[in-house]
């Protein structure tokens, strides 16, 4: 039986998921009738087939269009508008403008250069990579900047150990001259030698195998720094992992304008991502390195140095390309942080009839990516000695770059996300949510903020972030609501939590890249990624009841808040109202 299921029934899991959800589900909108049942229904079969990957991901997202105007929950043109929102557009113009980094190879450079300025010894190896990662991760892809850094740490890891190698290589030889030679009584006394000669002689099987272990151990652990500082980096800025951005759009969608903005995402996270990654330096010290011992000699440590300047002087000088693609990237943080930072009045503020978002900030520095060009020969920026017609250039980003490497998946994900945001509230969901969760006001805001985190890291480890996001997100909003809690102050850790999944391979796209140029044992990964999913979950709670007051303002509950409780209040009231005429009339 158990090999009939191997061979026959097995290998079309995906597919029997596929159609036996929706028919095991099926009972509920059935018995129930109503449209919230709908919604949930819809809601269950995506969230399954997102945690099981039976669908491809971006095609799951585009369920609501299938199902919610079938359902009467929403007419198609309003799903649809759901994949297209500020947010979306906000999305994919950071997407292009880390593109635009990528293109011109400016990221290497930055990684190359910070290198420089660190040791290079092991763990001052880990802190430049960790920074160089993180800081990167913040504004590209997570999955683009692990794939960058892990041919660096190959490199660096290499030369790090090769002269040891040749080294004991030359002793080895020597050592077997001596065996041959019958000078091994010098070495050794022969009652020992009689014993257990091998062990006794310099650099046996048994200090080759260790000192082999130690080189594999600093290796690793180098490549799970990258990974951990790839997961943790992203979540510096609301452009840094799609989770912030979907965090972002719900937020707008349910209440409107808010204390969350660019600004005070980085005010509030960056002490985070500071926190979390000091204490990953120390676990992987701890668990793959050591603090005592030295993992490589000085001539091993000039040797990486030299190879690292190497590479970064093959990168040339700083050409034009890359020094007009670092200016555009600096003016555009600067566009999104200071739109409206909270203390001071935004440059927006100062355009009459301007109602500015993200979106439009960041599509200005993309329309000057495809406009300004790379290599201008006009004027005085012409090459010196350079004669003849001008020749046109190609822009700072080639389209054809774009729209291969965009990860339009993704843009679908947030807007699948968003749709469900959308429905849960049209039809009646996320009232009757926050209605049933009303009992959780008896817990201290504190436990239920560090339960939801710690739900959240189980189900990330498993399940797309983005996927995670869009699942909770519209719950917790109405749970804040109806426990009267600062929706803010459950959120914002849970959209942060999204993104520490640090113990299997298949939870990040950085853990399996990391996983497999390691060659690194599951066990290992499981071992070291249970401790920082706990330090990250308590640290971004404890940041959150402190900081997080200062910035959101999060233990009180606020307006922008009161007043969808109001609405939802008259919303009961008025079904109340209705039901008991009703009720009254077929009783008369």
Not at 165 to 185: G, L, Q, W
Not at 201 to 229: H, N, W
Not at 252 to 258: L, V, Y
Not at 323 to 342: E, N, Q, S, T
């Amino acid at each position: 039986m158990l090999k009939f299921f191997r061979n026959h029934i097995f290998p079309f899991w995906k597919s029997i998921i596929v159609v036996s959800v929706p028919l095991l589900l099926l009972p509920l909108p059935v018995i129930s009738g109503t449209k919230e049942a709908l919604c949930g229904y819809t809601i269950l079969i995506m969230a399954i087939f997102w945690m099981t990957e039976a669908l491809p991901l971006p095609i799951t997202s585009l369920i609501p269009v299938v199902a919610f105007p079938l359902f009467g929950i929403l007419d198609t043109g309003a799903v649809c508008m759901a994949y297209m929102k500020e947010t979306n557009m906000m999305f994919i113009g950071g997407l292009i403008l880390a593109l635009g980094i990528e293109f011109c190879n400016l990221h290497k450079r930055v990684a190359l250069a910070v290198l420089l300025l660190v040791g290079a010894k092991p763990r001052w190896l880990m802190v430049g990579f960790m920074g160089t990662t993180a800081f990167l991760s913040m504004w590209i892809s997570n999955t683009a900047t692990t794939a960058m850094m892990v041919p660096i740490v190959e490199a660096v890891v290499a030369e790090l150990y090769k002269d040891a190698e040749d080294e004991k290589s030359v002793r080895s030889s020597h050592t077997t001259v001596a065996i041959s030679n019958d000078s091994i009584a010098e070495l050794v006394p022969d009652s020992q030698t009689k014993e257990n000669p091998e062990k006794n002689l310099p650099f046996s099987q048994e200090a080759k195998a260790a000192e082999k272990e130690k080189r594999r151990k600093v290796r690793v652990g180098i490549m799970m720094s990258i990974a951990y500082a790839s997961n943790i980096g992203g979540t510096g800025s609301l452009i840094g992992s799609s989770p912030q951005l979907a965090l972002k759009g719900i937020v707008q969608e349910t209440f409107g304008t808010t204390e969350l903005n660019f600004a005070s995402w980085m005010a509030f996270n960056i002490p985070g991502v500071i926190i979390n990654l000091f204490f990953a330096w120390l676990w992987i010290q701890f668990l793959f390195i050591g603090f005592n011992e030295q993992s490589s000699d000085a001539e091993g440590e000039r040797q990486v140095k030299k190879m690292i300047r190497k590479k970064f002087n093959d990168l040339g000088p700083v050409t034009f390309h890359e020094a007009a693609v670092l200016v555009l990237f600096l003016i555009c943080v600067m566009l999104w942080f200071f739109r409206d930072p909270g203390f001071v009045p935004g440059w927006a503020h100062f355009i009459e009839d301007a109602h500015v978002d993200d979106a439009t900030a960041v599509m200005i520095i993309v329309m000057f990516l495809f406009s300004i060009p790379a290599k201008p020969s006009f004027w005085c920026l012409r090459p010196k000695g350079e004669t003849g017609p001008e020749k046109p250039s190609p822009a700072l980003l080639d389209w054809k770059y774009v729209q291969d490497r965009l990860p339009w998946g993704i843009v679908l994900l947030l807007g699948g996300g968003f749709a469900l945001s959308d429905a849960t509230e049209a039809s009646g969901l996320s009232d009757w949510i926050g209605q049933q969760l009303t009992g959780l006001q008896v817990l201290p805001p504190f436990v239920i903020m560090l339960i939801i985190c710690i739900i959240t890291a189980t189900i990330t480890e498993i399940a797309s972030n983005t996927a995670t996001a869009n699942i909770l997100l519209p719950i917790l909003a109405d749970t804040a609501v109806s426990i009267k809690v600062n929706p803010l102050y459950l959120m914002v850790p849970a959209t942060v939590t999204c993104s520490y999944a640090f113990m299997l391979p298949v939870a990040t796209p950085p853990n399996a890249i990391v996983f497999s140029a390691a060659k690194m044992n599951p066990v290992e990964m499981m071992k070291a990624g249970w401790f920082m999913n706990l330090v990250c979950v308590i640290v971004i709670c404890v940041l959150m009841e402190t900081w997080g007051n200062v910035i959101f303002n999060s233990k009180d509950f606020p307006i922008w808040a009161n007043s969808t409780m109001e609405k939802t209040e008259n919303v009961c009231n008025i079904t109340e109202y209705f039901s008991t005429t009703v009720s009254d009339s077929w009783s008369s």
